[in-house]
């Protein structure tokens, strides 16, 4: 009898933990489950995760709606097999790890800044959810 394969486990970085590092969370958590665990936290949490992002996130059948934006703090002390920075701030401000530990950097544009109406805002919402999936993903699983 074999023993199931340990997940690797992911810390993904933003600086308010609303958007971005929630979307990649709840994605590699969805589509990379078997091999990885995802975290997520930011650099300086906001208040809530984004409503527009919660929406985009449930367009894909991925429920973030009772996440909660958390200090990177909280989490530096644990072991990590990767860290990534998805915003070019949290990069500029990550953390000392107490473990050595790969990080890695791949930024995607703050969906919070755009404008328009509100469907225009989801439209980036979603943008910016599909090109998490479609560049961040590949490089987290080439690494299980």
Same mark, same amino acid.
């Given at each position: 009898?074999?023993?199931?394969?340990?997940?690797?486990? =992911?810390?993904?970085?933003?600086?308010? @933990?609303?958007?971005?590092?929630?979307? #990649?969370?709840?994605? &590699? @958590?969805?589509?990379?489950?078997?091999?990885?665990?995802? *975290?997520?936290?930011?650099?300086? $949490?906001?208040?809530?995760?984004?409503?527009?992002?919660? *929406?985009?996130?449930?367009?894909?059948?991925?429920? +973030?709606?009772?996440? #909660? $934006?958390?200090? =990177?703090?909280?989490?530096?002390?644990? $072991?990590?097999?990767?860290?990534?920075?998805?915003?070019?701030?949290?990069?500029?401000?990550?953390?000392?790890?107490?473990?050595? &530990?790969?990080?890695?950097?791949?930024?995607?544009?703050?969906? =919070?800044? #755009?404008?328009?109406?509100?469907?225009?805002?989801?439209?980036?919402?979603?943008?910016?959810?599909?090109? +998490? !999936? #479609?560049?961040?993903?590949?490089? +987290?699983?080439? !690494?299980?």
């Amino acid at each position: 009898m074999t023993a199931e394969p340990k997940h690797k486990r =992911v810390l993904i970085l933003c600086t308010g @933990n609303s958007c971005r590092s929630q979307m #990649a969370e709840g994605l &590699v @958590n969805h589509d990379l489950g078997d091999r990885w665990v995802a *975290r997520s936290a930011g650099t300086h $949490p906001a208040a809530a995760v984004h409503p527009l992002a919660v *929406r985009a996130m449930a367009e894909l059948g991925i429920d +973030i709606s009772h996440a #909660a $934006p958390k200090s =990177v703090d909280t989490l530096v002390g644990q $072991p990590w097999d990767l860290v990534v920075t998805v915003c070019d701030s949290a990069k500029e401000s990550c953390p000392i790890f107490p473990r050595p &530990v790969e990080q890695i950097h791949v930024s995607f544009p703050d969906p =919070v800044l #755009a404008g328009g109406s509100e469907e225009q805002r989801l439209a980036v919402y979603r943008a910016v959810r599909d090109d +998490i !999936r #479609a560049r961040l993903l590949p490089k +987290i699983a080439r !690494r299980a």
